[in-house]
């Protein structure tokens, strides 16, 4: 059986994003540019009002907005068991925050594993909705971003922007 791959693409202010899903749910989000994004293959179907992608499109845009920092879609990303523990655990770091790779080993329950773990975050498909930009190294340098440094840059300070208005709420 072939696995029937969806894909839209929308401009954000830090460039266009591609999204593709299956019928599971959504697959990947990548910035045009992406080291690691999968080239878009001739046998994916353009297709923008499927229903993940829709709501994955109409979430981007609320949080680009300052009015959504979480995200509630249906993920179906492929990866090791490994790097779905990497990416569960980065999941769960607020907007506005910022994790180590060591502390994300650890939370991950890989304590000691802070290169494997930084690994598997350079490998996260779903970049924003798995927040991998809030990772950065011990010595709070900002270390390496598929969609690039000055995107990983500007999504952190889009989140304490944000985050600093709704605390003064």
């Not at 029937?4 to 954000?12: G, I, L």
């Not at 499109?57 to 920092?69: E, H, M, P, V």
């Not at 090791?80 to 990497?86: A, E, I, N, S």
């Not at 969609?147 to 944000?162: I, P, S, T």
Request: charged share 20%; aromatic share 8%; glycine share 10%.
């Amino acid at each position: 059986m072939t696995l029937v791959v969806r894909y839209a693409e929308q401009p954000t202010p830090l460039g266009k994003l591609r999204f593709t899903a299956t019928a599971a749910g959504l697959t990947g989000i990548a910035f045009e540019g992406d080291r690691y994004a999968p080239p878009r293959a001739d046998a994916w179907i353009h297709d923008p009002a499927f229903p993940v992608l829709r709501e994955a499109a109409l979430q981007l845009d609320a949080y680009f907005a300052g009015r959504r920092s979480r995200f509630e879609l249906a993920l179906a990303a492929s990866g090791t068991p490994f790097q779905q523990r990497v990416w569960a655990a980065i999941a769960s770091v607020p907007a506005g925050e910022t994790l180590s790779y060591a502390e994300l080993a650890q939370r991950a329950g890989c304590p000691g594993s802070a290169r494997a773990a930084g690994a598997a975050t350079g490998r996260n498909p779903l970049a924003i909705v798995v927040p991998c930009h809030r990772i950065i190294g011990s010595d709070g340098s900002l270390t390496g971003y598929a969609g690039g440094l000055e995107r990983k840059r500007a999504l952190l300070a889009h989140e304490r922007q944000f985050a600093r208005l709704a605390t003064a709420a």
